[in-house]
Nanobody, 123 residues
Framework: QVQLVESGGGSVQAGGSLTLSCVVS????????MGWFRQAPGQERKGVAT???????AYDNSVKGRFFISRDLAKNTVSLQMNTLTPEDTAMYYC?????????????????WGQGTQVSVSS
C-alpha cells in the first residue's frame, strides 16, 4: 500500500523560505511521477511541481524560479524547497504520486495523496 506523509509546513513572513518533505512508503520515489500540489481556501487543488522517474522537473508558472522539487533515493523522500514566499503561496500543500507527469500535473490512475501540510505566509 502506497503511503505519503508530508511535513515541514508552518508560518513564515513574506520573502522567507520553507522546505516541505514527503516520506514515501510502498513504492520507490523513482516509480512513476512524484509531485506537489496546493489548495488555497475556496480554490481548486492545483499542481505546483512534478518530478518524473527520469529526473525531469516541471513547475507551475507561479512558482518557477522560486520552488525546487527534489528526491532522496536513500531516504525515499521527495522535497519541495520554497524560496521568496509570498502571501499568495498560502495553502495546504499535498504530496502525490501517479503514473505520469503532465507538466505540473499528474495523470493516470490511481493517484495517491498525502494528508497535506499547511503553509501560511504573512505580509
Amino acid at each position: 500500500q502506497v503511503q505519503l506523509v508530508e511535513s515541514g509546513g508552518g508560518s513564515v513572513q513574506a520573502g522567507g523560505s520553507l522546505t516541505l518533505s514527503c516520506v514515501v512508503s510502498g513504492i520507490n520515489v523513482v516509480s512513476g511521477c512524484m509531485g506537489w500540489f496546493r489548495q488555497a481556501p475556496g480554490q481548486e487543488r492545483k499542481g505546483v511541481a512534478t518530478l518524473t522517474a527520469g529526473g525531469l522537473r516541471a513547475y507551475d508558472n507561479s512558482v518557477k524560479g522560486r520552488f525546487f522539487i527534489s528526491r532522496d533515493l536513500a531516504k525515499n523522500t521527495v522535497s519541495l524547497q520554497m524560496n521568496t514566499l509570498t502571501p499568495e503561496d498560502t495553502a495546504m500543500y499535498y504530496c502525490a504520486t501517479g503514473k505520469w507527469c503532465l507538466g505540473a500535473d499528474i495523470t493516470g490512475s490511481p493517484i495517491t495523496w498525502g494528508q497535506g501540510t499547511q503553509v501560511s505566509v504573512s505580509s
